[in-house]
C-alpha cells in the first residue's frame, strides 16, 4: 500500500511536471505565431530571422517532453486511464513541434520574399488567417488546462473557416499573377505562407483530438481525422 | 530469475512484433511514392485517388504502433538500451506516417491539376526527384533492417541532392510562368509536389537518424537536424 501510495505520488508529480512542459512548449508555439505574423506584414526580416532561429528552443522541448513521458511510462507502469494521459502529452507535443516547424517555414518565407510586392488585401487575409489559427491553438490549449471537451470539440469548427479563407486566398492570389506576373514570385511566397497558417489550424485540432482522446479515451472516426500534413483543402481542388 | 528471462523474452517479442509493423508501414509508404508519382507523371486521376484512400492505413498502423510501443514500455520496463529501441520505432513510425500524408497530398494535387499543361522536362525533373526521394527512404529502412550505420549516414548526404533539385526545379517552374501566364496554376500545383517530395527526404533522413540513435544513443547535434516540415531549402531562398 504504502508502495502504491509513493508511486501514485511520483506519478502525479510526473504528470504534472509534463504538464508544465507542454504549456511552456505551446506559450513558446503561440508566441512564435505572433512574431513571425509581425514579420511579415511588417516586412520585419531580422525579426523573421529571429523567429527561425527560436524554434531549437521547441525542438528541443519536445525531445525532452518525449524522455520524460517514456521514463514516466517505464517507471510507473501507469494502467489504461493514466497511460492515456501520457500519450496525450506525446501526441500534443509532436503537433507543437510541427506548428514551431511552421512558424519557422513562414519566417524563411519573409526572408525570401525580401521586398516583394503584396497588396494590402492579401496582407490583410493572412493577418486574419493568423489570428484565427492562433486562436485554435489557444483554444485547443486552454482545452486541455481545463479538461474542457466543449471547447476541445469547437476548435474543429473553427478550422473549417481557416480552410475557406486559404483556398479563398489561394484564388485571389492567383488572379493576381495573371494580371501580373511580376508579383509571380512574391505571391508563391504568399501561397506557402498561408498553406502553413492552414496547416497549424489542422495541427491545433490534432491537440484538441488529443485532449478529447484524454478525457474520453477516444478519438473521432479515422474519416474524419483532418490529415496534419495536408497541404490542400478538399474545397481548393474545383479552381 | 525466472520471472526475469520470461519478460526479457516477452519484450524480445513485444520488439519483434514492433520490427514486422515497422516494414509493413515502409513497405506501404514505399508503395504510396511509387503509386503516386506513376499517377502524375501518366496523369492518372483514378490512380491518385486510389492513393488517398490508401493513406488511411498507414495512419492506422501508426496508431496501432505507439499503442503497442506504449504498451510494451509500461508492461515491459526495459532499460536504457531497450528503451531506445522502443522510442527509435515510435519516432520511425511518425516519419512515415508524415511520408504518407506527403503522398496522399501529391494524391490531391494530381486529381487538382485535372489536365493542366505540363512540360515533358518538368516531368522528367519530377520522377528524378522522386526516385531518389523513394531511395534514400529505402536505404533508411534496408538501414534499421541491418542496423548499418554507414548505410544510415549516406541518407543524408543524398538528402542534398533531392534539396538542390527542388530549388532547380522551382527556379525552372518560376520560370515557364513567367513566359506563359497560362501555365501559372498546373505549375504551382507542381511546385508543391517537388516540395512534398523534397520533404519525404527530409522525413527520410530522420528515419536514418532515428536508427543512429537507435544503434548509437546519439542523435546528431540539433544545428544540423533538418527540419522535417520545412517547406523551403536555404539554397532557394535567393530567387
Do not use: W
Not at 531580422?46 to 521547441?58: C, P
Not at 503537433?95 to 519566417?107: M, S, T
Not at 473557416?161 to 486566398?169: A, F, L, P, T
Amino acid at each position: 500500500m504504502a508502495v502504491a501510495e509513493h508511486t501514485t505520488k511520483a506519478f502525479d508529480n510526473d504528470l504534472q511536471e509534463l504538464g508544465r512542459m507542454i504549456a511552456e512548449m505551446g506559450g513558446l508555439a503561440e508566441r512564435q505565431i505572433v512574431e513571425v505574423i509581425e514579420a511579415l506584414t511588417k516586412r520585419d526580416m531580422e525579426r523573421a530571422g529571429r523567429v527561425v532561429l527560436a524554434d531549437a528552443a521547441i525542438d528541443s522541448l519536445q525531445r525532452n517532453i518525449e524522455e520524460r513521458a517514456v521514463v514516466t511510462i517505464a517507471r510507473r507502469q501507469p494502467m489504461a486511464i493514466d497511460l492515456r494521459e501520457v500519450v496525450g502529452v506525446l501526441r500534443i507535443s509532436n503537433e507543437l513541434e510541427r506548428i514551431g516547424d511552421l512558424a519557422k517555414n513562414i519566417g524563411k518565407r519573409v526572408i525570401a520574399l525580401n521586398d516583394g510586392e503584396i497588396s494590402r488585401r492579401s496582407m490583410r487575409g493572412v493577418r486574419h488567417m493568423a489570428s484565427l489559427a492562433l486562436a485554435q491553438l489557444r483554444d485547443a490549449l486552454d482545452s486541455l488546462a481545463r479538461r474542457d471537451l466543449v471547447k476541445a470539440g469547437a476548435v474543429r469548427v473553427r478550422d473549417e473557416e481557416v480552410d475557406r479563407m486559404d483556398s479563398s486566398m489561394f484564388r485571389e492570389l492567383l488572379t493576381s499573377m495573371f494580371e501580373d506576373p511580376g508579383t509571380i514570385a512574391a505571391s508563391i511566397h504568399l501561397v506557402f505562407c498561408t498553406k502553413n497558417i492552414e496547416r497549424m489550424g489542422d495541427h491545433a485540432t490534432n491537440i484538441a483530438e488529443a485532449v478529447q482522446y484524454i478525457i474520453e479515451g477516444s478519438a473521432l472516426p479515422d474519416e474524419l481525422a483532418r490529415s496534419p500534413d495536408a497541404d490542400m483543402h478538399p474545397l481548393a481542388v474545383e479552381f
